[in-house]
């Protein structure tokens, strides 16, 4: 397979996906090789030609800013940094996070602004491409001097130390370096440093989860409209005219997904007793479009950041500056985070009262879905598993970047706290694939009621594709093995 090239403009998302996805190998283009080069020059020649204190080469870091260091020490700064803030604690964060955080690590360093040595960034491609994955855990960033914790320990084995996981092993790092025949780097000024600040721990799960987000709204839309036929709902509600005089672009593309799922539906065309559907059913559109939309601004978010700069200091070198800025903060990532945990939470939470209603005994379907209610508990269960995700994922929601908290002497005296904002997303979108999962396998179930009359060819061949993997319950079973099934589906659908 052809390396993807590893430019000077950044990477889009779909890019992102693609080389993750496909498991892409990763190669800096002629232009970042040259870039990184020349930056790593500069700061050299600069160094040779002045004292001048610039941050993090030739000082201490953080409260320790104003201390000076010897030439001769500047070799083992930037190793003691990496040791040193290697504090993270918790459980190992996923591989496919890594995964990624590799590849922005490396695109960061290709803009060359970075003054790394080029052997530096050719090694953490390697790296990706050899599927060295370092560990690296969970806690221990608050998501201001960028992800310091995490990004020590992505940076543990360049220099022989940490664990990596190789071939499915987790192994020492220095045993996976003379595995593969390749020597400890021994970093020079700045590359501890370049390593250690910006925003990759946040961005990985960022980029993961809008990625995730985009398909669960899509595959929200799809279950709903099961749903809404299994319940024996009403067209009206997704008529153009209705959308256009309330000009949200979500619902709007909501509305037409649902009229488009639903065409040709013998259930949905069929006259109706009751006049109106719960809000559930009644207002997909509004809802499921919301959380459209946020997801939109939250991708843009994630976008800009794929083009961003993020370490510090910042090296310009045609201009002749080193500036210690703050780039590395991390609150636009916790903002969109934040947001982007309850704008999928909220797709979970009306799928819940779909599932709620299609097991209360309604509209001619039997209570719990079981011919033989009392006898049979039915589908009675699986909605409280619903309701206890849904209920999870309220209290995750409460907002990670209205919290700040005093680091480093009160140097860091505003955090963003992005990196908590990933992990608990992380879990919110996850959960919401099982609300979403629950509500698939209790709406294939109601469909089955409403046999002969069939449903749309799309809700039926969602139906049926579904059925391959999770069967129609005449009596009670083991529920948690088809719940796995469903999810499995979800997840792979």
């Keep these: 397979m052809r390396p993807h090239p590893i430019g ?142 995490p990004l020590a320990h992505l940076s543990l084995p360049l220099i022989g130390l940490g664990e990596v996981v190789l071939k499915g092993k987790r192994m020492k790092a220095a045993a996976a370096l003379k595995q593969l025949g390749w020597k400890p780097i021994d970093l020079g000024p700045k590359e501890g440093l370049a390593l250690l600040n910006g925003t990759q721990f946040m961005n990985a799960y960022a980029a993961l989860l809008t990625l995730k987000a985009t398909r669960l709204a899509q595959l929200a839309d799809e279950i709903a409209a099961l749903s809404l036929d299994a319940y024996d709902g009403r067209i009206e509600p997704f008529h153009p005219s209705v959308h256009a005089v309330r000009p949200h672009p979500g619902q709007a593309v909501v509305a037409g997904h649902m009229r488009e799922l639903l065409h040709g539906s013998a259930l949905i065309a069929r006259k109706k007793e009751h006049v109106q559907d719960p809000y559930s059913f009644r207002c997909i559109p509004q809802v ?6 946020a997801i939109a601004y939250v991708e843009r978010v994630v976008e800009r950041e794929l083009e961003a700069v993020t370490d510090n200091p910042t090296v310009f070198d045609d201009e002749d500056l080193v500036i210690s800025a703050g780039n590395f903060h991390g609150q636009p990532l916790a903002l969109a985070l934040d947001f982007l945990a309850i704008a999928v939470a909220e797709l979970g939470s009306i799928s819940e009262r779909r599932t709620y209603k299609l097991i209360g005994g309604q509209r001619g379907l039997p209570a719990f879905l079981v011919a033989k209610p009392g006898l049979n508990s039915g589908f009675m269960i699986p909605q409280y598993t619903a309701a206890s995700l849904v209920s999870a994922n309220k209290q995750r929601c409460m907002p990670n970047s209205v919290d700040t908290i005093d680091s480093s002497n009160g140097q860091e005296d505003h955090v963003s706290m992005g990196a908590a904002a990933a992990i608990k997303t992380w879990a919110v979108v996850h959960d919401v694939e099982r609300i979403l999962a629950i509500e698939l396998f209790t709406a294939a179930q109601a469909l089955e009621f409403r046999r002969p009359a069939k449903s749309s060819k799309r809700v039926e061949s969602l139906y049926t594709d579904f059925r391959k993997h999770v069967p129609f319950l005449r009596a009670d079973a083991v529920m948690h093995d088809h719940m796995e099934a469903a999810l499995a589906f979800v997840r792979s659908r």
């Design 8 to 149: 000077t403009l950044g990477l889009t998302l779909t890019e992102l996906d693609a080389i993750l996805r496909d498991r892409q190998p990763i190669a800096l283009s002629k232009e970042a090789q040259a870039a990184i080069k020349k930056s790593h020059t500069y700061l050299r020649d600069r160094l040779k030609k002045s004292d001048a204190p610039i941050y993090g080469v030739n000082t201490g870091f953080g409260a320790l800013h104003n201390t000076s260091i010897a030439k001769g020490d500047l070799a083992q700064l930037q190793k003691n940094l990496v040791m040193s803030h290697a504090c993270g604690s918790g459980d190992p964060v996923p591989a496919e996070i890594v995964r990624a955080m590799l590849v922005l690590k490396v695109q960061n360093m290709a803009f060359g602004h970075s003054a790394v040595a080029p052997a530096t960034v050719q090694r953490l491609v390697d790296m990706y491409n050899a599927d060295v994955l370092p560990v690296v855990y969970e806690r221990g960033s608050l998501g201001a001097s960028g992800d310091l914790a």
């Design 288 to 293: 499921h479009g919301a959380s459209r939309d």
